[in-house]
């Protein structure tokens, strides 16, 4: 089942057979977890392309500045959206700097 949120815009990725839904270079997903320990442009709300799958529970996803493997709990798929983003589409937000053993 998909969660719409108002405005139908994203499709919350609940159960894992949703994965079927994504087309390699064409489904763009939305980060729902703040990555930016891995690097400090993947904070909660950046978009990027699926291009492929790395392994069962993990995607490859290319953003703008940098192609990552994501946990596909991590992120939601973006509907109405296909193709590549910008940096346009990423959020505009300073990451906060982090200390040894913080999550």
């Known amino acids: ?12 990725v609940q159960d894992r ?8 270079g064409e489904t763009r ?6 990555l930016s320990v891995m690097n400090s442009n993947l904070v909660a709300g950046s978009q990027g ?5 790395l392994a069962n529970y993990t995607l490859k996803v290319s953003f703008p500045r940098v192609t990552v493997g994501v946990n596909w709990r991590d992120c939601d798929i973006v509907e109405g959206k296909t193709g590549m ?7 505009k937000v300073i990451p906060k700097p982090r200390h040894m053993g913080e999550e």
């Open 1 to 12: 089942m998909l969660s719409q949120p108002s405005g139908g815009r994203r499709g919350t």
């Open 17 to 24: 057979s949703e994965l079927s839904r994504i087309v390699f």
């Open 29 to 34: 997903v939305i980060l729902t977890r703040d």
């Open 49 to 53: 392309l699926v291009i492929g799958k």
């Open 85 to 91: 983003p910008t940096e346009a589409d990423q959020p």
